[in-house]
């Protein structure tokens, strides 16, 4: 008569071998180097001021954690129905600052699940041509990339005086904000440069009136 034992003994010794050690490792090894270069492709690619080491770490690991979890899914189907169950009660309160971060999250668990279902040519040709399109694509500069430039002045005359000389040097200049106190103004417009020329910043600060000119890039999303 076979016992409980007997049987969990028989299914764990069934589930070990069904994924054979070998596939393991290959599977773990080609998903860390391709982690390794999406967050090469998140480096390069980053608009931020600083890019996020714990954010690039977490691309590699989410990487290797969806080939193991694919591996142990397509091996056992009653797994893979607890899987589905236990992650759809799962929920993450991460706040995504930018829109692109979904991209490399989603290309990271992707690969993943492409190289545990075994499909190793399309997760290399596929990641490289990901990695190659949001290269060209994200770090193209042109010369319409927009600035902002704070401008503080001691008045109206002063204002209009670096306003002048501002929209002179630029190829197109939009007001944004203003905020006026006693004895003090001070301007946000948003500017396109003219071949990428930004001297006319040290010309604004030694206007009459100029207490400072500062110019900073941004993403087309203000908020002051």
């Not at 977490?58 to 607890?82: D, K, P, Q, Y």
């Not at 004895?183 to 010309?203: C, I, P, Q, T, Y």
Request: charged share 15%.
């Amino acid at each position: 008569m076979i016992s409980f034992s007997d049987i969990f003994k028989s299914s764990f010794l069934e589930n070990f071998a069904a994924v054979s050690p070998i596939d393991l490792l290959m599977a773990m090894l080609l998903s860390f180097a391709l982690g390794l270069f999406i967050l090469f492709v998140y480096k390069r690619t980053n608009q931020g001021v600083m890019a996020s080491d714990a954010f690039g770490i977490s691309l590699v690991a989410l990487t290797m954690i969806s080939a193991f979890v694919i591996l142990a899914v397509t091996s056992n189907v009653v797994l893979s129905l607890g899987m589905v169950g236990a992650l759809s009660i799962v929920r993450f309160r991460t706040a995504v600052k930018e829109p692109l971060d979904l991209v490399f999250l989603f290309w990271s668990i992707s690969v993943g699940i492409v190289l545990a279902a075994g499909m190793l040519p399309l997760a290399l040709f596929g990641s490289l041509f990901i990695g190659l399109v949001l290269i060209l694509f994200v770090n193209r500069r042109g010369g319409d990339t927009p600035y902002i430039v704070i401008l503080s002045c001691d008045g109206q005359e002063s204002e209009e005086r670096a306003l002048a000389c501002l929209r002179s040097r630029t190829a197109r200049c939009v007001t944004r904000a203003k905020t006026v106190r006693a004895g003090a103004v001070e301007l946000h417009a948003e500017v396109r440069l003219k071949g990428g020329d930004s001297a006319f910043v040290n010309e604004l600060s030694a206007l009459p009136g100029v207490d400072s000119a500062v110019m900073v890039s941004y993403h087309g999303e203000y908020l002051h």
